[in-house]
C-alpha cells in the first residue's frame, strides 16, 4: 500500500466531520452548485433508473432483481449525464449517485443538475458524495421519526455545504481513484475466484467420501440408481423412506392466543447454516401441541427447503446436532428423522449435500415461478448407505478436511473484508483532501474497463423501488 503525503496548508471545514481541508478548496453550500430539476416525461418511454446505495445510478435493465412496477411511467422525472439523483427516503444510506445515463426516475427521487459543468467532474462528485462522512450529514439534515422513513428534502441538502476542488484538482482524484479502484477490483475477484475453487474442493470432499467411501482400494459395484452411479460393493442404495422419517412442515410464523408460544426454525436459518444450533435467533411464533411433538427439533434431525423460487436451491439441507427443546421446524422445510441404527443423521446430512443425491431432487421438482418437492419425491430419493462404522469414519474424514478448507474460506472472506474497509477511507481521505494525489502518475482506466470489473453485488444490494421504497433481495 502507497504512503500518501498531505497536502501542504489546509484551513477549517464546514461541517465537523471534515476537520479540514486544503486551503484552496472552495467550500459553499450546496445550492451554488446545484440547482433543483423537476422536468417530467410526457410519454414515460425513456430508459427507467433506479437507485442504489451499493452501485449508484444505474439502468433498471442492468439489475437482475424484482422491483415494483408503475403501471404507466408517464410524469417519472427526467434526467440527463451528469445529474445528480438522490432517493428522498433513503438518503440516509446514501441511495445517490451521479448518473452516466439519460432517462427518468421516480418521482420519489430528487434531480440536482450542476450549475455550470466546469464546477465538477462526474467521477469525482459521485465518489465525494458517497462517502461515510456525508452520508452523516444527511442523517442529521433529513426529517422522520424512524430511521427507516428520514426523508431529505431539497431544501436542507441544498443548504448542506460541500467541497468543491478545482476542477483539474477533481479529475486528478479521478483519475487515482479510478487506478486505484481498479486495482482493488482485480484483486477481490481473484480472491472470490479462490473461494470459489475452493468451494468446489470442499463439494468433492463430500461427494467422494459419501459415494465412494475412503478406502481407494475397495472394489465398486452399480447401484442400480443412475444419479449415484457405482458404490463400494459392500455398500446399498436405499430409499429415504426406509432410512428416515419425512414430515413436511406447515407451522406459520402466525401468532395464535390458543396456541402454544414456540421458536421457529425458519427457511433462512436452513438456507444459510450447515448446523442449526441454540445459539441463532429465531423468530418467535406458536404452534399446536400437535404440531410441537412433530416438529421440534431433536439431535441428529436433518431439515431440507422444500420449496423455493429456484429450482438449484430445492433440498438445500442442515444438520441439528443437538436437541433444542422449543424450536420448531416451520414451513417451506421438510424435517427427517433418521431411524435408529440405520443412518447416522449427520451422515444423511452430508448425502444430501452431495451432487448425487442432490441432482435427484432438483429433477424431482416441480413449479415454474416457484419449485416445490412433494412429500414422495423426498421419499423415494435414494441414498448410498455404507455401515455404520463407516459412516462415522466419512463423518469425520468429512468434518477435518471441510474444517480446513472453510478456514481457508473464512481467510479470503476476511482479505475481501479488509481491503474493501482500506479502499472506503482512502475514497474518503483522498476525495475530501487529507491526503495529496496531485504527481502522483497513475494509468488512465476507462470506465467500461471497471465494469468489466464489476463485483458481484447481488447478495448484498438493496434496491430502491419506484415508490421509494426498499425491496430486500434475497
Given amino acids: 500500500m502507497m504512503k500518501l503525503a498531505p497536502y501542504p496548508e489546509y484551513k477549517d471545514a464546514g461541517v465537523s466531520w471534515v476537520g479540514s481541508i486544503p486551503a484552496h478548496w472552495p467550500e459553499k453550500r450546496a445550492k451554488y452548485y446545484f440547482k433543483e430539476i423537476d422536468d417530467r416525461s410526457q410519454t414515460g418511454d425513456e430508459e427507467m433508473l433506479s437507485v442504489s446505495h451499493i452501485t449508484g445510478v444505474t439502468p433498471r435493465s442492468q439489475k437482475n432483481v424484482t422491483m415494483f412496477k408503475a403501471e404507466s411511467n408517464v410524469g417519472q422525472k427526467r434526467c440527463q449525464p451528469g445529474d445528480l439523483i438522490i432517493n428522498t427516503m433513503w438518503a440516509w444510506m446514501s441511495a445517490l449517485g451521479v448518473s452516466n445515463h439519460a432517462g427518468i426516475v421516480s418521482p420519489a427521487y430528487g434531480v440536482y443538475r450542476p450549475r455550470s459543468n466546469q464546477d465538477y467532474d462526474y467521477y469525482y462528485l459521485d465518489s465525494l458524495l458517497r462517502i461515510e462522512g456525508y452520508r452523516s450529514e444527511y442523517i442529521c ?211 444430501f449435500s452431495s451432487d448425487p443425491v442432490a441432482d435427484q431432487f432438483r429433477i424431482a421438482a416441480t413449479g415454474v415461478t416457484r419449485f416445490g418437492l412433494a412429500q414422495g419425491a423426498i421419499k423415494g430419493a435414494f441414498f448410498p448407505l455404507p455401515p455404520l462404522e463407516e459412516q462415522r469414519a466419512i463423518i469425520a474424514h468429512i468434518n477435518e478436511k471441510c474444517a480446513e478448507i472453510s478456514q481457508a474460506i473464512s481467510r479470503a472472506e476476511r482479505e475481501i473484508e479488509l481491503m474493501r474497509e482500506y479502499r472506503t477511507r482512502l475514497i474518503s481521505d483522498v476525495v475530501t483532501g487529507q491526503v495529496d494525489v496531485r504527481g502522483i502518475e497513475v494509468p488512465e482506466v476507462a470506465d467500461e474497463e471497471l465494469l468489466a470489473l464489476e463485483e458481484d453485488t447481488a447478495d448484498a444490494d438493496d434496491v430502491i423501488d419506484d415508490e421509494g421504497d426498499m425491496d430486500e433481495t434475497d
Fill in 141 to 351: 439534515r433529513s426529517t422522520g421519526i424512524r430511521s427507516s422513513r428520514l426523508r431529505l428534502y431539497p431544501d436542507k441538502f441544498l443548504s448542506m455545504p460541500v467541497v468543491c476542488p478545482p476542477q483539474e484538482e477533481q479529475q486528478t482524484i479521478a483519475r487515482f481513484l479510478k487506478a486505484q479502484d481498479r486495482l482493488f477490483r482485480k484483486f477481490i475477484r481473484n480472491k472470490r475466484r479462490f473461494i470459489e475453487l475452493l468451494k468446489e474442493q470442499k463439494q468433492n470432499v463430500i461427494n467422494q467420501a459419501v459415494t465412494r467411501g475412503l478406502d481407494p482400494k475397495v472394489q465398486f459395484k452399480p447401484s442400480g440408481v443412475e444419479w449415484i452411479g457405482d458404490i463400494p460393493e459392500h455398500w446399498d442404495a436405499r430409499r429415504l423412506r426406509t432410512l428416515a422419517a419425512v414430515r413436511a412442515s406447515g407451522v406459520d410464523k402466525n401468532t395464535n392466543e390458543d396456541e402454544v408460544p414456540v421458536m421457529l426454525c425458519n427457511y433462512v436459518d436452513v438456507y444459510k447454516n450447515d448446523r442449526i444450533t441454540a445459539a441463532i435467533d429465531f423468530m418467535k411464533a406458536t404452534a399446536t401441541p400437535e404440531e410441537i411433538r412433530a416438529f421440534e427439533l431433536k439431535a441428529g434431525d436433518v431439515i431440507i427447503t422444500k420449496d423455493s423460487e429456484s429450482w438449484d436451491d430445492i433440498a438445500i439441507p442442515t444438520f441439528v446436532p443437538e436437541t433444542i427443546p422449543g424450536v420448531v421446524c416451520a414451513y417451506h422445510l421438510a424435517l427427517i428423522r433418521p431411524f435408529s441404527g440405520e443412518i447416522e443423521g449427520e451422515f444423511l446430512f452430508r448425502a
